[in-house]
């Protein structure tokens, strides 16, 4: 996967927890994910599309989500609380948000995100397209980011798009 669809992410995640809840994200090494076992206990998931298609995590074990929720929000909130899913729903869609519009001459829409919560769940993902994995660690403790994504393909007999530029 390009470093220019990973980068954006890692800059974008530390925005976004810097400034809502002043909380410094230390990104670690990331890794290709080679399997669909489960990380944690909840996952805001979000969808790409347009020029470039996937789906990216932000996956958390349940204190370390229950800690950046109440952070977020002012409120603690139980993780069956639809407040709790409200707010990893946000935090993904802002995540996800920051890093699409750092992406140059890419055009790409993100979907309403999805949050699933549940010991050691497993979230599907397109088989073909790898999944770059960026362990993070803050003050309330490890998180995920999975990124999923790639360049769209061309309309076929489209030879000018912009999507079949070398990624």
């Not at 220019?4 to 994200?25: D, E, H, R, W």
């Not at 932000?58 to 977020?72: G, I, K, M, R, Y």
């Not at 362990?135 to 995920?144: A, E, I, K, M, N």
């Amino acid at each position: 996967m390009d470093a220019n669809y990973i980068k954006p992410f890692v800059a974008s995640i530390q925005n976004v927890f810097s400034t809502m809840m002043q909380l410094q994200v230390v990104v670690r090494e990331p890794f290709l994910k080679t399997d669909n076992n489960p990380n944690h206990d909840v996952s805001g998931v979000i969808g790409m599309s347009g020029d470039v298609k996937g789906s990216v995590i932000l996956s958390f074990p349940q204190q370390t989500a229950e800690n950046v929720v109440a952070l977020f929000s002012g409120s603690k909130f139980s993780m069956g609380s639809p407040d709790f899913a409200d707010a990893i729903g946000e935090l993904v869609n802002m995540v996800t948000g920051g890093a699409k519009a750092m992406f140059k001459d890419r055009k790409c829409s993100i979907s309403c995100p999805s949050v699933i919560v549940g010991k050691d769940h497993t979230v599907a993902r397109q088989s073909d397209i790898p999944c770059v994995v960026i362990p993070c660690s803050t003050d309330c403790g490890d998180l995920f980011i999975e990124i999923a994504v790639k360049p769209a393909a061309a309309p076929a007999g489209d030879k000018s798009s912009k999507a079949t530029a070398s990624a």
